[in-house]
């Protein structure tokens, strides 16, 4: 079974442009979460989506945003780019999420911004 | 507000001695805990979770997790370390609103 798999794997944007990173999860799950990962600040939660809708959403400002196709992949954008949002940005899926709690992490997108 | 702690930025020990990275928790109700392992350039992989039952929790790759209620710990456990164990682990926790909240992480590095 083909793991969770996230492109492109690395980019580079300057401030202020726009980007869209992509996510597909395991055949059959229908929970996709992103986290943005920095050194300083850990692992924070973004969003989580099933089944197309957003269950979850964490302290982010409304420049992230995202959504889920009925495939189940989803995308995340990121508007206005700041030097801040340098990071490595993580998917992970599960079949339902909730407290199953085991996901299944992408390798990341790493987002570089000039 | 649920919580997880790591103290140790870093742990180092010498290939063959027991490793201990360890977690604490602060929730309102029950606990529902996890470990996750993260090896350079790649995405976190899970290594175990803690639900309800014995509080020996044992998963993959040799690793065992303690849950002490008393203690509000869960320190994750390898009897023997190997080199190949040398990453990044994270301590997490499923709050409320069944999102995961991460620790910081925890650097291992095992010396041969």
């Known amino acids: ?114 | 507000a649920q919580s997880v702690a790591q103290p140790e930025d870093q742990v180092n020990v010498a290939e063959g001695n027991p490793l201990t990275v360890k977690c604490t928790y602060s929730v309102s109700g029950n606990p529902y805990l996890f470990w996750y392992v993260q090896y350079p350039n790649r995405g976190l992989q899970f290594l175990l979770k803690y639900i309800t039952g014995d509080n020996l929790v044992k998963g993959s790759y040799g690793f065992e997790a303690e849950f002490n209620k008393s203690q509000t710990s869960f320190h994750l456990k390898k009897p023997s370390a190997l080199v190949s164990d040398s990453a990044l682990y994270f301590c997490a926790v499923r709050d409320d609103e069944d999102k995961l909240s991460f620790g910081a992480g925890t650097t291992v590095t095992v010396r041969a």
């Open chain 1, 1 to 114: 079974k083909a793991g969770v798999t996230q492109t492109p794997r690395y980019l580079i944007k300057t401030r202020g442009q726009q980007v869209t990173l992509s996510c597909s999860p395991i055949s059959g799950h229908r929970s996709v979460s992103w986290y943005q990962q920095t050194p300083g600040q850990g692992l924070q939660f973004l969003f989580e989506y099933f089944s197309e809708t957003q269950r979850n959403k964490g302290n982010f400002p409304g420049r992230f945003s995202g959504r889920q196709f009925s495939n189940s992949r989803s995308e995340m954008n990121v508007s206005t780019l700041e030097l801040g949002d340098s990071a490595l940005y993580l998917c992970a899926s599960s079949f339902q999420g909730g407290d199953t709690g085991e996901l299944f992490f992408g390798e990341g997108s790493r987002l570089t911004v000039l």
